[in-house]
């Protein structure tokens, strides 16, 4: 069975950091391209990053330029989202996917995973 699985989200005050992780089973991981999305409470899903079998990335919101970065290990299937300087703003579910060679978007992923927590709170 294929599937993704997040962790590393929680509570955290602001201008703090997270490390999520997104690790995947069942798939050739190499082939794949993963994105990592977000949908805060009473908000549309926006895509937040992307990584590409060739490692090359994109950050999608300027917002977030120079506080998130995205990284995979494919050793280990795993994507990660460093998440640094975090804001109230931040506050979302924080959902990886996955799609075969090019980036997942809203309306075109092959893998979706659960999602995990991320709250930024004094």
């Known amino acids: 069975q294929s599937q993704l699985v997040e962790s590393g989200g929680g509570l955290v005050q602001p201008g703090g950091s997270l490390r999520l992780s997104c690790v995947a089973s069942g798939i050739t991981f190499e082939n794949y391209a993963f994105g990592w999305f977000r949908q805060a409470p009473g908000k549309e899903r926006e895509g937040v990053s992307c990584i590409r079998p060739t490692g090359a990335r994109t950050i999608y919101l300027d917002s977030l330029k120079g506080r998130f970065s995205i990284s995979r290990d494919d050793a280990k299937k795993t994507v990660y989202l460093q998440m640094n300087n975090l804001k109230r703003e931040d506050t979302a579910v924080y959902h990886c996917?996955?799609?075969?060679?090019?980036?997942?978007?809203?309306?075109?992923?092959?893998?979706w995973g659960e999602g995990t927590p991320v709250t930024v709170s004094s």
């Open positions: 996917a996955a799609r075969r060679t090019i980036c997942p978007i809203s309306g075109g992923m092959d893998y």
